[in-house]
């Protein structure tokens, strides 16, 4: 093993001999042995008991092979320690009994001290799961990004567009800002709070950012995407995933963040052209083409990382793993990304390097 | 009143002094005297009957002044003429009992004359429409794309991400074009029969495309959208509108299409800059937009203008408009078009003549 793992020396932008790869959800559904502990347990003692918490976390690394771990949590412990009743009940989706429409609302939400205090469970998590890992890969921590929190919030619910929520920014833009701020302000807490307890990296999710048109973007999302990066920047490296928004792959290339995380709809070579090289790419294989038949899984693999380079780019999914992948797809996966080899594919911008071989 | 239509010219790329403006799901829930014959009849029953989905047509041209009707229908009328039961309840969206995966599914589908026979009720009400209409403004007739009418054939309701559908197409691709090639051939004939009824144009909703990447997009949307395009556009002209596939902006220019619709995750600039300004483009409004107060929609409707510019450009909203949309901003949004003045914007690629004034 290095004495840097190859998902930090990739997130860094190191030359590396091959990406790495892990993938988003893989502690989940699809593995045997997480159905087991979640027939026994409900879904918030899962989370909040380390113990429980650090056997999940771990599992994908043993049972797949990923080459980084990342914490077993849910976006939606934020809203949960900011005062919001959360109820995650299998296969229904999220409910937040109590949802966010006045400057009241707001008011009354827990921040600071309090609200990152409230999420001391997961810091446990990570100090266990990090002993228990014993660095044979380094643990990514993960929260919300702030729009996709608001949607939630003001939705009370999950939703095909939010358009509650987003009618709550449009007609509401300075309660809208106040409630970004104050998700942005105990989320870079929690981020420090996790980073504090031993994740080597960490990762925004924002879910719905892509509901947002590019202007609305810029206006509701970026800017505190922007500001958790900046703040987390000096300690570790940071991987921003705002879902559908393609539009903004620019923008993002000139923010702190050192890596970015696209979904499938979009071309590896149009992505890289948007961000001009100046990021780490994570993405972009379609979860659905992990029920093609193994030797297309590894056919495409390639095909992805061919087109990628090996260079500054992180193999992974372009959203969660779902349910229904055979674990066997889900190691045909990883295997593929480890077993690749390609001395003519650097990366579309070395072709000099390339014309050398 | 013009010789030629506002819309159909805007279509032909002919010079127009103002954009024309309609609205996709424009004869609908937020109308009141919509409501008052939904709560009279149900579903099919309104779209079966000529001189229901007559009225039903004509109420937006009347109430909201819109530039062009679009026939009132659903894009599961096709299904349901190739012999698959569908159930349309309200608020509970569509349902189709009988699902596709195998060889004898396929070879158990209606096609050819019986198919296009089944929707003879659409060419009365083409024909009631256009009689009743008197060419204030034309008539857009419509269909599915053969993807979008897969997913729900393949999944048998809707669903956030159609995994089901994606995962019979990309495991078994062989059935999927079988399949994708029987719709289209019977949307074809079905497309003509409207035309000989008097529609005036056609638009194709590829409504699920965007859950396709790139290339898997080039696979089973992008042929069969030509294939349709390519066998209407010698009589009407063509609006493709696949939500969601920005990627596909250049290769769509590239087509016989007449215009190609957009959804709000594009700058105009972008789609401009994409499509060379090869083809009308139509959009792009974020329907929750119309929720803001009248002044913001004002405003936000000029800068759309301002930012497609006046010519090849088709005033729409990205996506159906919603049930909970007041009619007055529906109509503001509407008159901001109509009223639309801007001396020095004539689009993106007259600058000459923009310098000029």
Redesign the interface.
């Known amino acids: 093993m290095n004495s840097e793992h190859l998902f930090i020396k990739a997130l860094k932008g190191e030359t590396v001999e091959r990406p790495p790869v892990w993938m988003m959800r893989q502690a989940g559904r699809y593995l045997p042995e997480y159905i087991e502990l979640r027939n026994k347990y409900d879904f918030f003692t899962r989370v909040q008991t380390p113990e429980l918490a650090c056997e999940i976390t771990i599992q994908p690394v043993d049972l797949v092979g990923v080459d980084a771990a990342i914490l077993f949590s849910d976006i939606l412990v934020v809203p949960q320690a900011m005062g919001l009743e959360v109820q995650l009940i299998e296969s229904k989706g999220p409910i937040l009994p109590q949802t966010i429409r006045t400057q009241q609302d707001i008011d009354d939400l827990v921040v600071g001290a309090d609200a990152v205090g409230a999420l001391e469970y997961v810091s446990k998590a990570i100090k266990l799961i990090k002993k228990e890992l014993n660095n044979r890969v380094p643990l990514i921590g993960f929260a919300g990004a702030p729009f996709t929190i608001l949607c939630y919030m003001v939705k009370g619910r999950g939703s095909?567009?939010f358009?509650k929520a987003?009618?709550f920014c449009?007609?509401e833009p300075k309660l809208a800002h106040q409630l970004l701020q104050r998700i942005t302000d105990v989320t870079i807490d929690y981020l420090h709070a996790q980073v504090d307890a031993g994740a080597d990296a960490v990762q925004v999710f924002d879910s719905w950012s892509?509901?947002?048109?590019?202007?609305?973007f810029n206006e509701f999302a970026l800017p505190y995407l922007t500001k958790i990066s900046d703040s987390l920047i000096s300690r570790v490296p940071v991987i921003l995933f705002p879902k559908?928004?393609?539009?903004a792959l620019e923008q993002l290339s000139n923010t702190s963040t050192s890596a970015i995380g696209i979904d499938?709809?979009?071309?590896p070579q149009?992505a890289r052209a948007m961000t001009q090289n100046k990021k780490t790419l994570q993405g972009n294989f379609?979860?659905?083409?992990l029920?093609?038949?193994i030797p297309?899984i590894e056919k495409e693999v390639k095909a992805m990382i061919d087109a990628f380079g090996v260079q500054k780019y992180v193999a992974n999914l372009g959203h969660g793993i779902?349910p229904?992948i055979p674990v066997d797809h889900a190691k045909a996966f990883v295997n593929a990304v480890k077993n690749y080899k390609n001395n003519i594919s650097y990366g579309l911008f070395n072709s000099a390097e390339r014309k050398l071989i």
């Open positions: 095909k567009s358009d987003k009618q449009f007609s892509g509901m947002l048109s590019p202007d609305d559908g928004s393609w539009y499938w709809c979009i071309t149009q379609d979860p659905c083409k029920l093609s038949p297309q779902m229904n």
